[in-house]
């Protein structure tokens, strides 16, 4: 049978562990066809990002155009925009009406220098998005206040969904506090929590595209919104469980896209 196509737009991960390689893994894990857009080539590892290679907008539009023109796309994911030019390419491609179910998982964390252009130009993309998935440095990016606890993470949700996306979670995977990996979520309906078992491991590489990519396939196969973000949660979590005794790196290695079906997310 046929597979249902899905496009990731973001930055490769030469490690792959993140960005782009880690998207495509979700789909083939979800048994989807994934499509890619380069923005950017990254020279990173386990240890941390060391390079970014940032791809002309001219380059991302052409990418854009091509696959879009061919392949029946059901739903998008964006990750890393690297740079203002690139999110204004895709900006057009989504006023366009052509990013069918767009999630918008910002990254931002090695945009350095180029921060604020990055974040202005995200703005301009978020109500074209139907989930928007930024951790809490990414949401304090977008609100102008630093966001810390879930109560923040639920306002930050809140104020991010009045620039348009339907639903925004806020993700707080870096909240090292407790036993749970709490997540806000904003819903046309108010705020509510995903709270699922916290892994203990150094394998988190690539969590939150790992997160948005999930809710991206779920899309795809015709959830709604709610069901396909606590499916996400459930497949990232079982992930990170999949992946604890992996020895791949030295430092926050990758998940284990692909035995979900065998570990839990709660243990018994
Ligand atoms: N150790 C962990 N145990 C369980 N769940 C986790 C863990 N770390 C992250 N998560 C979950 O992974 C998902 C992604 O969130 P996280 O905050 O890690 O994203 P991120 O990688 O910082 O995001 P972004 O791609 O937006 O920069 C969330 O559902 C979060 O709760
Ligand atoms: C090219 C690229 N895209 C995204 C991320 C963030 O990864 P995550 O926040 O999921 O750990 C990254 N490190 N590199």
Redesign the pocket.
């Given at each position: 049978m046929t597979p249902l196509a899905v496009l990731a737009i973001g930055g490769s991960d030469s490690s792959g562990g993140?960005g782009l390689q880690a998207d495509v893994k979700v789909f083939a894990a979800m048994r989807l066809y994934g499509a890619t857009v380069a923005t950017s080539v990254t020279a990173q590892n386990t240890r941390g990002v060391q390079d970014v290679f940032e791809l002309p907008g001219n380059v991302v539009s052409a990418q854009l155009s091509a696959v879009l023109e061919d392949l029946p796309i059901k739903a998008v994911k964006v990750?890393m925009l690297a740079t203002a030019e690139a999110a204004a390419a895709v900006t057009a491609k989504a006023r366009a009406g052509v990013l069918p179910n767009l999630v918008v998982?910002?990254?931002?964390?090695a945009a350095a220098g180029r921060r604020r252009g990055v974040v202005s130009a995200l703005e301009r993309l978020l109500p074209f998005a139907a989930v928007a998935?930024?951790?809490?440095?990414?949401a304090s990016a977008l609100v102008g206040w630093q966001v810390s606890t879930p109560a923040d993470m639920a306002g930050a949700a809140a104020q991010i969904a009045s620039n348009g996306p339907k639903y925004v979670?806020v993700?707080?995977?870096?909240m090292v506090a407790g036993d749970e990996?709490?997540?806000a979520v904003w819903t046309d309906a108010g705020a509510r929590f995903?709270r699922?078992?916290?892994?203990?491991?150094r394998n988190?590489r690539?969590?939150?595209?790992?997160?948005?990519a999930a809710i991206t396939s779920r899309l795809a196969q015709g959830d709604d919104v709610l069901e396909a973000l606590v499916a996400?949660?459930e497949y990232?979590?079982r992930s990170?469980v999949g992946a604890r005794d992996w020895d791949l790196g030295n430092g926050s290695g990758p998940l284990n896209h692909f035995d979900w079906p065998t570990f839990a997310a709660f243990s018994a």
């Open positions: 993140s990750g998982d910002p990254v931002l964390e998935t930024p951790n809490r440095d990414e979670v993700t707080g995977g870096d990996a709490v997540d995903l699922y078992p916290r892994v203990q491991t988190n690539g969590t939150g595209c790992t997160f948005s996400a949660k990232v979590t990170l």
